[in-house]
């Protein structure tokens, strides 16, 4: 069954305060939003950021970001040039793992490090209600995001479309060599959980096939703050570059024989041997010929990436792996995290301790320090692996290569 996904123009953004305030009072973990809408280039540092989500809305009424039924099916809306971001400043004494900032500058040299500086930004920086901690607050968190995103796409119910997007796999000739998208997705505890249909991803049975328009049509949900370079937010899901990419090159250059969700973090050797060939029979199963493995934060999601790699071109499947590089302690010099001799295409999404020159800007919205301590504003250079999607490894950015 085809899937189509309308475009409308970011003019249509209407954004009512009072609306998105009341589904805050429904939440008793949350005492109140503010809510700010930016334009590209406006003097602003966001920080605290958890997600990114673009406005969507289906016309006959179905839930645009599912917990039931299936995603991917009939028409959704989207508004184009538009972004929901979340911020809310976790209790000191349960912050995330690693205590981790998430960054987006609307202007100044940090804006060329993600695409929210070019798109008008709905902010929403929430407060916790007194007395609940992180896992309490960070329900309500995203489903008030999600559910704003619905409210700023109702306009376009009255609205003719400027474009209309089709995503249907239908029968290609049998010559053209078979590409499947392996996307790791993060499974490490509360606040890093990446969602498929509500459900944490670990509890969801992956690896497994799903239907490559399911994850562009809101199936998939982050609730992963883990490093916030490496995030995997919820837009990227949505406008995902890769699955598009593969959809667009069906019937022309390649098969797109499917998309596999994996789970990232396993805890132990055996599990993530085990993950990483289980991931490969999957990708035998849909008789793919070459995969592109993606990869969701760091650490040693980097090691299932690898180990997958290694399982699938052992099962005779050809790899192409996506991941930043980061900095070796000792030294200045970028690495890979992991690295086994069969990974021998690799895309690199670019280091993620390289920094972002200083910058003050004019206000700063969602915390007024950055959770080392710095204050927000005149904070001095900072890292990438602090600016929300800046060296992500999914695909998204814009890469380009040339041979010499």
């Not at 503010?34 to 540092?45: A, E, F, I, M, T």
């Not at 901690?133 to 960070?138: K, T, V």
């Not at 509500?198 to 049975?205: D, E, L, Q, S």
């Not at 993606?294 to 071109?313: F, K, P, Q, Y």
Request: proline share 6%; with cysteine; glycine share 8%.
């Amino acid at each position: 069954m085809a899937f189509e996904l309308a475009t409308f123009p970011a003019s249509l953004l209407q954004v009512d305060p009072e609306r998105i305030q009341q589904l805050v009072e429904a939440e008793e973990a949350l005492a109140s939003v503010d809510v700010n809408l930016l334009q590209p280039g406006s003097s602003v540092r966001l920080t605290h950021v958890l997600d990114a989500v673009e406005p969507r809305i289906r016309p006959d009424g179905r839930a645009a970001f599912p917990t039931e039924g299936k995603a991917g099916e009939g028409r959704t809306n989207r508004l184009d040039g538009v972004a929901v971001l979340s911020s809310v400043d976790y209790p000191g004494v349960e912050r995330p793992l690693h205590e981790q900032e998430s960054v987006v500058d609307m202007a100044g040299p940090g804006a060329e490090a993600t695409p929210f500086a070019s798109m008008r930004v709905v902010h929403l920086a929430f407060q916790a209600a007194p007395g609940y901690g992180h896992e309490a607050i960070d329900a309500p968190v995203r489903r008030v995001t999600l559910r704003t995103a619905e409210l700023l796409a109702e306009p376009t119910l009255e609205a003719e479309p400027a474009e209309v997007e089709r995503y249907e796999l239908g029968p290609v000739p049998e010559d053209l060599p078979r590409v499947a998208a392996l996307v790791q997705l993060s499974d490490l505890g509360p606040l890093y959980y990446q969602y498929f249909y509500g459900t944490p991803v670990g509890r969801a049975g992956f690896p497994k096939v799903v239907d490559p328009a399911e994850m562009l049509d809101g199936a998939l949900a982050s609730g992963e703050y883990h490093w916030a370079g490496m995030r995997n937010p919820t837009l990227f899901f949505q406008r995902n570059a890769l699955v598009r990419a593969l959809y667009r090159e069906h019937g022309a250059r390649l098969a797109f024989a499917g998309l596999v969700l994996m789970r990232g973090y396993e805890q132990s050797a055996e599990g993530k041997q085990t993950a990483a060939n289980k991931a490969a029979a999957v990708a035998k199963e849909v008789r793919a010929d070459g995969a592109i493995i993606t990869t969701d934060a760091g650490g040693n999601s980097h090691t299932d990436v690898m180990l997958t790699c290694r399982a699938c071109e052992r099962a005779g499947v050809k790899t192409v792996v996506v991941l930043a590089e980061e900095t070796d302690l000792d030294s200045t010099e970028p690495i890979l995290t992991d690295w086994v001799v069969e990974a021998d295409a690799i895309v690199t999404a670019g280091n993620a301790e390289d920094f972002v020159e200083a910058w003050e800007p004019e206000r700063v919205l969602g915390g007024d320090r950055l959770t080392d301590g710095r204050d927000a504003r005149s904070a001095g250079p900072i890292s990438y692996r602090d600016y929300l999607g800046a060296v992500n490894q999914m695909g998204q950015l814009d890469l380009g290569a040339v041979t010499v």
